[in-house]
């Protein structure tokens, strides 16, 4: 058990850091939308899964995912889009899950702020469309209520 918590903290680090790395994120998409699934603690709760690399992504095109092709996502618009409104709906990011569907789940506006830390001690700026700053983007996500 506690390999497996190793194996998934190291992926999600992975995630964080290639995500800030390369600025895009990428996830699997079809004709009718984007992969989801449930989450594995909660059958309620949503998680839409993201890789850090396109092969990572391709890897889980199989099964029911089968029609789905990997599309990259670029960082901006994952944190201010996706990560934001996946917040105010109460679905979890799947961190470079596995094939097997083996990975982190995590809070959106939780998966943001590492990868804008993350960013932020790496002195890289970024581009956004409704924030004038890496730190202007944590300040407000720091001071949104603790629900979201």
Excluded: H
């Excluded at 092709?69 to 201010?80: G, K, Q, T």
Aim: glycine share 2%; aromatic share 10%.
């Amino acid at each position: 058990m506690l390999q497996d918590i190793a194996i998934i903290e190291l992926k999600y680090n992975t995630f964080i850091e290639r995500a800030a790395a390369t600025k895009s994120v990428w996830g699997l998409k079809s004709k009718t939308g984007w992969a989801n699934s449930n989450s594995n603690d909660d059958e309620e709760i949503s998680v839409i899964p993201f890789w850090s690399d396109r092969a990572y992504a391709k890897a889980c095109a199989r099964d029911d995912w089968n029609r789905y092709l990997p599309v990259e996502i670029l960082l901006a618009e994952f944190l201010e889009s996706w990560c934001v409104e996946m917040a105010e709906e109460n679905v979890l990011v799947g961190a470079n899950w596995d094939a097997r569907m083996f990975g982190k789940e995590s809070p959106a506006l939780e998966v943001a702020l590492d990868i804008l830390n993350l960013l932020k001690a790496s002195n890289t700026a970024i581009v956004f469309k409704n924030y004038s700053s890496v730190d202007d983007f944590i300040a407000n996500i720091n001071e949104l209520p603790d629900d979201l």
